[in-house]
T-cell receptor
Framework: GEDVEQSLFLSVREGDSSVINCTYT??????LYWYKQEPGAGLQLLTY?????DMKQDQRLTVLLNKKDKHLSLRIADTQTGDSAIYFC???????????FGQGTTLQVKP | EAQVTQNPRYLITVTGKKLTVTCSQN?????MSWYRQDPGLGLRQIYY???????DKGDVPEGYKVSRKEKRNFPLILESPSPNQTSLYFC???????????FGQGTRLTVV
């Protein structure tokens, strides 16, 4: 069935780059997403990538998609303390609006 | 401003007392859904709706009901809440273009 896996925790120092990884199983996924959840808040869409793309860059964020390995990553350049949050990877199937989420990766940014 | 509004944000209730969590979106989105978020389990879909009067079960529908009488509203109903429904609930809406879902701020429900 459909499944999305992420590591649960990542700790980096302020100013370093962060890389959050995700693997998924549904090869028919059309879109893949990264969401950010700050404490006490809802999920905020950070970026998304269409399945026929390899890379997408948006300011400090770079998304890489390896469709062959079903691997998605989110790189945050020059990580700031305000980037501390839980990051969710999600995939969307081809024929429904349903999103399948990973468990979320908690990013801790140390000053 | 494009948004998804859930109410209430916090709710403490007793076992068996029916409750409704409301959700409204102002983006004319076709697709709406409810998720619950529990530690270590990520977000799991409860119910979804692809348009007015079209609803279907998600991954964890037991103990929940929904309705979609209007495009903008998608209430979540717990007819007889139980303590295992204590969770953080999110409503989301999206268009069919696939450009991401908008989430509400969440409803933290405690059933005692």
């Amino acid at each position: 069935g459909e499944d999305v896996e992420q590591s649960l925790f990542l700790s980096v120092r302020e100013g370093d780059s962060s890389v959050i990884n995700c693997t998924y199983t549904d090869s028919s996924s059309t879109y893949l997403y990264w969401y950010k959840q700050e404490p006490g808040a809802g999920l905020q869409l950070l970026t998304y990538i269409f399945s026929n793309m390899d890379m997408k860059q948006d300011q400090r964020l770079t998304v890489l998609l390896n469709k062959k390995d079903k691997h998605l990553s989110l790189r945050i350049a020059d990580t700031q303390t305000g980037d501390s949050a839980i990051y969710f990877c999600a995939e969307k199937g081809s024929d429904t609006g349903k999103l399948i989420f990973g468990q979320g990766t908690t990013l801790q940014v140390k000053p | 401003e494009a948004q998804v509004t859930q109410n209430p944000r916090y709710l403490i209730t007793v076992t068996g007392k029916k409750l409704t969590v409301t959700c409204s979106q102002n983006m004319n989105h076709e697709y709406m859904s409810w998720y619950r978020q529990d530690p270590g389990l990520g977000l799991r879909q409860i119910y979804y709706s692809m348009n007015v009067e079209v609803t279907d079960k998600g991954d964890v529908p037991e103990g929940y009901k929904v309705s979609r009488k209007e495009k903008r509203n998608f209430p979540l109903i717990l007819e007889s809440p139980s303590p295992n429904q204590t969770s953080l609930y999110f409503c989301a809406s999206s268009s069919q273009t696939g450009q991401g879902a908008f989430f509400g701020q969440g409803t933290r429900l405690t059933v005692v």
